[in-house]
């Protein structure tokens, strides 16, 4: 595969725009189909305002723009992406939905072209199976906005061709990407190790410990995130959240460690899902960001101690996720840590994280979660135990 290669995106919302927007801006000609009528155009339509905005920030001068643009072709009919040699659906997270796209895609493309997944937490294998050639299918799962966050998570179900991810790795990386190969697991790298982050601070606002600035507050201050956690859901959306939260824990057959919250579904019930229904744990209005008002009878406590007890808390429980998917071959150290900080932003790769806050400190403060709660929620990886003993270090 190379720029000569004809790539077609399904799926003409944020995502999809997003990764024809990079598919073309490497030089292919790409094709963007939707089953909505006229989606495709309006998307186009969109990209092009984008690209006006970039060429007066200077990304772009006006003649770039406009052969990105020109690579860029809406797609009416299915069959029209006939002549791709690789085709990434952007589409709703249903397997039946996707594995009926697959097959029908197949029936379409050459028989060497690649069909590709950007799902974020459905198996790769089980979309896979829907078509009669199933080595050809695998997961290229960009993260959002697609043309600006680097990551893309390479994923090759149980029956892709040896070669294949390899194959895309290269290409995404001539994209100007930042690829990491996974498993075929629930949440592959990022969407699995990044639960608690969202878990355990609504665990902590649920005991009462802290309303929900607070804990914000501590993760950037003293964890040096760019955002809290209940900034970050409002703003991907806590229905998405709560969807990509409960397919994990029902895809790791009801793992407590993934367990979803009553907190978030009951605010996805009420219609409150973040910025782009101007409300969620905070409150949107006119481009203004309010805090709700806070729950009576907080506790008084030393806020300094507070923020660095929320802090640890949740990031051990990050670490202890990173720790278990490099206990079972998920992905290797470098990819780990390489995930987290490309495709969320964390600030430092959780790996390495533990080394420097110390093995040993890091099982301790979950054995002490997991006493005092008694609960399978923080049962330390036997990767940490095992290296806690030997004193040896991740990196």
């Known amino acids: 595969m190379d720029s000569s290669t004809v790539v077609g995106v399904i799926g003409a919302g944020t995502m999809g725009s997003g990764i024809a927007q990079v598919a ?84 379409i493309v050459g028989p060497y072209a690649i069909l590709a997944t950007n799902t974020s937490s459905l198996s790769v294998t089980a979309i896979a199976a829907a078509c009669t050639k199933p080595g050809r299918v695998i997961g290229l799962h960009f993260f959002n906005p697609a043309p600006l966050l680097p990551l893309i998570e390479v994923v090759p179900g149980l029956a892709s061709d040896a070669q294949l991810a390899n194959r895309c790795t290269k290409l995404m990386a001539a994209w100007g990407k930042t690829p990491v190969i996974c498993k075929d697991t629930p949440g592959f790298i990022v969407n699995r190790v990044a639960r608690p982050f969202y878990g355990e601070a609504i665990r902590i606002y649920e005991e009462g410990l802290a309303d929900m600035p607070t804990i914000d507050r501590a993760m950037k201050e003293i964890g040096g995130f760019k955002m809290g956690p209940f900034e970050l859901m409002d703003l991907i959306g806590n229905d998405v959240n709560f969807t990509v939260t409960k397919t994990v824990w029902e895809n790791f057959f009801y793992d407590p460690r ?34 709700r008002p806070a729950a009576s009878g907080e ?97």
């Open 299 to 395: 506790r008084q406590v030393d806020i300094e101690q507070l923020l660095n007890d929320i802090c640890s808390r949740i990031l051990v429980m990050l670490i202890n996720e990173a720790a278990d998917a490099l206990h079972f071959g998920i992905a290797t150290r470098d990819d780990i840590d390489l995930a987290m900080t490309k495709g969320v932003s964390y600030p430092k790769g959780l790996l390495k994280w533990a080394d420097d806050l110390g093995i040993a400190n890091c099982l301790g403060k979950l054995e002490s979660l997991q006493a005092e709660f008694g609960e399978d929620r923080y049962r330390p990886s036997p990767l940490l135990r095992k290296m806690a003993r030997s004193g040896a270090t991740f990196h």
């Open 24 to 107: 073309a801006q490497a030089g292919h000609v790409t094709y963007l189909y939707d089953t909505r009528p006229g989606a495709a155009e309006s998307a186009l339509a969109s990209l092009s305002k984008t690209f006006d905005k970039l060429v007066e920030k200077g990304k772009f001068t006006k003649e770039e723009a406009a052969s990105v643009l020109a690579r860029i072709k809406p797609a009416n009919d299915l069959k029209q992406l006939a002549s791709c040699g690789l085709v990434i659906e952007a589409i709703v997270e249903d397997l039946a939905i996707k594995k009926k796209l697959f097959a029908d895609l197949e029936a």
């Open 258 to 291: 993934y367990k979803p919250s009553f907190t978030q579904q009951r605010m996805v019930e009420a219609g409150w899902l973040g910025r782009k229904t101007g409300c969620g744990y905070y409150t949107y209005e006119q481009g203004q960001v309010q805090e």
